[in-house]
């Protein structure tokens, strides 16, 4: 299956008229937060999994 640029835009017209440009922004605006909000609970991992490395780094020292 191989879609050429006209093919596309028609897709997109269809689309647009079928759903509307308002909620089409909307759909987006709302798979962008969520996409964010991932990629903050991903790095919100990793910061707590360094935290709890240095934690136990710092607990062995002291032994």
């Known amino acids: 299956m191989n879609l ?14 079928l759903f509307g440009v308002g909620r089409i922004g ?3 605006g ?8 991932f990629k903050d609970g991903l790095q919100g ?3 707590k999994k360094e935290k ?3 934690n136990n780094e ?3 020292e002291k032994s």
């Open 4 to 17: 050429g640029p006209t093919e596309l835009i028609i897709i997109l017209v269809i689309v647009i008229v």
């Open 26 to 28: 909307k759909i987006a």
């Open 30 to 37: 709302e798979l962008g937060s969520g996409i964010k909000a």
């Open 45 to 47: 991992d990793d910061e």
């Open 52 to 54: 709890e490395t240095e």
């Open 58 to 60: 710092s607990t062995e």
